[in-house]
């Protein structure tokens, strides 16, 4: 019998390695999940400013994070740096926040998968199926994709992942082939995107680079 509990070296490939990191970006999500409520709980037509704004935080984040790692030689997530930089006591009390936030996003994304399924079902297939229902499907099926062969959830993920940019991408191109008017710079005027709720802007925004 083999005892052996340790990662099996040459497992994932290149590839799949590429899905499993753009998939935790989830670009679909933060269209479809991020977008809505930042641009109507948010600041409406300045939230590109705000795009751009989240956009150059993480990018000096990176800086930071890219240098930091050189000295911080474990494969743990970011508390692990906040351990090095400000203590265990910061580094233990990240880590509970983390695992709350992860527990939460998780819950809400699966969440928001039964809502649109359902929807979905309702409207091209005129069957009711209860979100909740759904979701429990989703979870499960997320549950034993888990505890498979790891291989196997990389090759699932990445024909949902290349699906997935394409959806984003033909979103774009036919809001720039059926535009509805003349497009402009006037999201960039500060009396556009300074109105509104800038904090919700700032989440949400902020929210569509989960898996940076």
Not at 185 to 193: T, Y
Request: overall charge neutral; charged content about 10%.
């Amino acid at each position: 019998m083999n005892n052996d509990t340790g990662l099996r070296k040459n497992t994932l490939g290149l590839f799949s390695l590429v899905f499993f990191v753009v998939a935790a970006a989830s670009p679909l999500t933060g269209v479809v999940g991020g977008l809505p409520v930042a641009i109507i709980s948010g600041n409406g037509g300045g939230i590109p400013v705000f795009y751009i704004l989240s956009c150059v935080i993480l990018m000096l984040f990176a800086v930071g994070f890219i240098v930091m790692s050189r000295h911080v030689n474990n494969a743990g997530a970011f508390y692990t740096y906040i351990a090095k930089g400000l203590g265990d006591n910061w580094g233990a009390s990240a880590s509970v926040l983390a695992l709350m936030a992860y527990f939460s996003i998780q819950i809400a994304i699966v969440a928001m998968l039964g809502f649109f399924t359902q929807l979905f079902l309702e409207e091209h297939l005129s069957t009711h199926i209860p979100w909740w229902a759904l979701s429990m499907l989703f979870a499960v099926i997320a549950w034993v994709l888990g505890i498979k062969r790891v291989e196997v959830g990389g090759k699932l993920l990445g024909v949902l992942m290349l699906a997935e940019v394409a959806i984003v991408l033909l979103t774009d191109v036919m809001l720039l082939v059926k535009k509805t008017g003349p497009y402009t710079f006037q999201s960039f005027e500060p009396s556009v995107f300074m109105q509104g709720n800038l904090g919700i802007a700032f989440i949400f925004t902020i929210a569509s680079f989960i898996g940076f």
